[in-house]
T-cell receptor, first 112, second 114 residues
């Protein structure tokens, strides 16, 4: 089947720390991979995406590389800010099933 | 602002009642998706419409139904409500129906069933 596994949260980091949120997937067919972010009280916003193996998605200092050999799409940021505090969702879509399959979400809190 | 609008923002109702949630997609987007976010089930896909036609169905209960109108706005109808239907309901839209299309999410409707 299609599923996404994210590292359990919550994650608490100090400002300027390095962030990694792990995401692995199983998929029928060749998936497209996404990271969405949900700020408090808001809807989900697309953070970045990658549609084929070895593609790197990047946005706002965040990046993730589509690794087919390890079925992973880990999210990284070199230096987090307080404003990055949010819930991060890894997601995939597959041919023939256009909806997104989401992970459980990882809550990140960045403290000054 | 994603360009996707949802109304109402909050809804409080009683068990057994029926409610309608409304979604307007981004200008030009033909595809609309509905998702449910709850504490125990996470984010789950309910149903997709593309240009007025039902395209895909996920874990949508028989008590729930949806439609997309000629002006492309969509409504999600929830009937015979139960306590467990309390959740955040998101609408998303994309230009086309394809797998690689980016989905843009609305702010959600928070439903509380008492």
């Amino acid at each position: 089947g299609n599923s996404v596994t994210q590292m359990e949260g919550p994650v608490t980091l100090s400002e300027e720390a390095f962030l990694t949120i792990n995401c692995t997937y199983t998929a029928t067919g060749y998936p497209s991979l996404f990271w969405y972010v949900q700020y408090p009280g808001e809807g989900l916003q697309l953070l970045l995406k990658a549609t084929k193996a070895d593609d790197k998605g990047s946005n706002k200092g965040f990046e993730a590389t589509y690794r087919k050999e390890t079925t992973s799409f880990h999210l990284e940021k070199g230096s987090v800010q307080v404003s990055d505090s949010a819930v991060y969702f890894c997601a995939l879509s597959v041919p023939g099933a256009n909806n997104l399959f989401f992970g459980t979400g990882t809550r990140l809190t960045v403290i000054p | 602002d994603s360009g996707v609008t949802q109304t109402p923002k909050h809804l409080i109702t009683a068990t057994g009642q029926r409610v309608t949630l409304r979604c307007s997609p981004r200008s030009g987007d033909l595809s609309v998706y509905w998702y449910q976010q709850s504490l125990d089930q996470g984010l789950q896909f309910l149903i997709q419409y593309y240009n007025g036609e039902e395209r895909a169905k996920g874990n949508i209960l028989e008590r729930f139904s949806a439609q997309q109108f000629p002006d492309l706005h969509s409504e999600l109808n929830l009937s015979s409500l139960e306590l467990g239907d309390s959740a955040l309901y998101f609408c998303a839209s994309s230009l086309g129906p394809g797998q690689q299309e980016t989905q843009y999410f609305g702010p959600g409707t928070r439903l509380l069933v008492l």
